[in-house]
């Protein structure tokens, strides 16, 4: 007779577990600590981080949907606040764990980039701009400064524009690179379209401000087209 409250406690603990997920988070715990960051499908890594923000409720359905809804795990951390506010499920808190997660990835391979020359490190600074631009919706134009030794002395982010263009203006361009005392430049900016095919009018203004850069010392090492289905070097493709 005294075993069964406890026996009836045990199952009203287990079926509560149930419920919240905290015994799938258990799991997901231990294998995320045995394996390392591989060991976790997409949507369980977004699993886990909702969780943190929004306590007992199993966070599985939102995760699959939100990675369903935006198209990946890389656009879902992509998104803009604003965006990621559309979704009713959604608090604050649990939008700003997102964000976070983007912001600490993306701190990570900035600085694993520029810890090198960047000509040399090439597949790190590659590794940043495709987290921080491949998935965004509008493009966005940025000017990578570096000192005599290829080091990274500034990543500027010039502007963002509409869904297929982004104003970048060479007067501005060569009046931060004095001011920072640049030797050296990287152009580089996204196509929301998905191709990194340069346009006719992305490869005018490389040129306008190749001419404009070099009386002043400055030399274009590359103009870098990020998008989702890959990258392109017009330096490579012997467009500088």
Request: no cysteine; aromatic share 2%; glycine share 8%.
């Amino acid at each position: 007779m005294s075993e069964a409250p406890r026996e009836g406690k045990s199952a009203a603990s287990q079926t509560g577990a149930a419920l919240d997920g905290t015994g799938h988070r258990a799991r997901l715990r231990k294998r995320l600590a045995e394996g390392g960051p591989d060991a976790l499908l997409d949507h369980e890594l977004i699993e886990y981080l909702l969780a943190l923000a929004i306590p007992r409720r199993d966070t599985k359905p939102l995760a699959k949907a939100l990675i369903a809804r935006f198209g990946g795990l890389g656009p879902l951390l992509s998104a803009d606040w604003a965006d990621l506010a559309q979704v009713r499920e959604l608090s604050e808190t649990s939008i700003a764990a997102l964000k976070i997660a983007q912001a600490a990835a993306l701190r990570l391979l900035r600085s694993e980039a520029a810890a090198r020359p960047i000509l040399s490190g090439w597949q790190a600074l590659l590794d940043y701009l495709r987290a921080d631009m491949a998935h965004l919706p509008i493009e966005r134009v940025r000017v990578l400064h570096l000192n005599a030794r290829n080091m990274l002395l500034r990543d500027d982010h010039m502007g963002d524009g509409s869904i297929d263009e982004a104003a970048i203006y060479v007067r501005e361009v060569v009046k931060r690179a004095v001011a920072l005392g640049s030797t050296g430049l990287i152009l580089v900016h996204n196509h929301p379209s998905g191709s990194p095919e340069p346009s006719r009018q992305d490869i005018l203004i490389t040129r306008q401000i190749i001419e404009a850069t070099r009386p002043i010392g400055v030399t274009v090492h590359d103009h870098v087209i990020i998008a989702d289905q890959g990258h392109s070097s017009m330096r490579a493709m012997g467009l500088l």
